[in-house]
């Protein structure tokens, strides 16, 4: 079945450094991948998104790239900081046809001051 | 604009008691998702509706799990009974135009005893 994977489980970094988290999905359909942060107790939050047209999307400190060819896409944090550490999810989401919204299983960033 | 509401925040129930969760979603959404967020997991798909249709529930586990969305706007996810297995957070979500931004009730926390 179709399936998102994400890597890694666990990032720790230090303070200002960058911090990237890839995933991989396996429906080629899947048109619309966005990046949730979901801070401990609290709803997963909307950060960034991008849709399969696009290969890179920036929004100030967080940005996001798209490799359709090979199924990847990945969220880069650069200059990172305490309010950053939270557990951040992908997903893949098809537009059309089934409609299904797949969750990768999360990671889990530790900014260290 | 309010966003989408989820009632009760916290249910602490014995096993073999029945819960019921509430969802409202964002006003115009016809894209209503519920969500199981086990500790340190991705939300996975229990439904989705279309406006009142379930147009995905085949990980909807139906022995003891119900849901409804009468009139299309509201939404109650009923577990009868509840089982230990079960704890865990549901979150409602909700989408308008289908092309993917999908946003999160803050979820019940659902313990079982």
């Known amino acids: 079945g179709e399936n998102v994977e994400q890597h890694p489980s666990t990032l720790s970094v230090q303070e200002g450094d960058s911090a990237v988290i890839k995933c991989t999905y396996s429906d080629s359909a899947s048109n619309y991948f966005p990046w949730y942060k979901q801070e401990l107790g609290k709803r997963p939050q909307l950060i960034i998104d991008i849709r399969s047209n696009v290969g890179e999307k920036k929004d100030q400190r967080i940005a996001v790239t798209l490799n359709k060819t090979a199924k990847h896409f990945s969220l880069h944090i650069t200059e990172t900081q305490p309010e950053d550490s939270a557990v951040y999810f992908c997903a893949a989401y098809m537009s059309s046809g089934t409609y299904k919204y797949i969750f990768g299983t999360g990671t889990r960033l530790k900014v260290l001051a | ?113």
């Open chain 2, 1 to 113: 604009e309010a966003g989408v509401v989820q009632s009760p925040r916290y249910k602490i129930i014995e096993k073999k008691q029945p819960v019921a969760f509430w969802c409202n979603p964002i006003s115009g959404h016809n894209t209503l998702y519920w969500y199981r967020q086990n500790l340190g997991q991705g939300p996975e798909l229990l439904i989705r509706y279309e406006n009142e249709e379930a147009v995905d529930d085949s990980q909807l586990p139906k022995d003891r799990f119900s849901a409804e969305r009468l009139k299309g706007v509201d939404s109650t996810l009923k577990i009868q009974p509840a089982e230990l297995g079960d704890s865990a957070v549901y979150l409602c979500a909700s989408m308008g135009t289908g092309q993917g931004e999908q946003f999160f009730g803050p979820g019940t926390r659902l313990t079982v005893l």
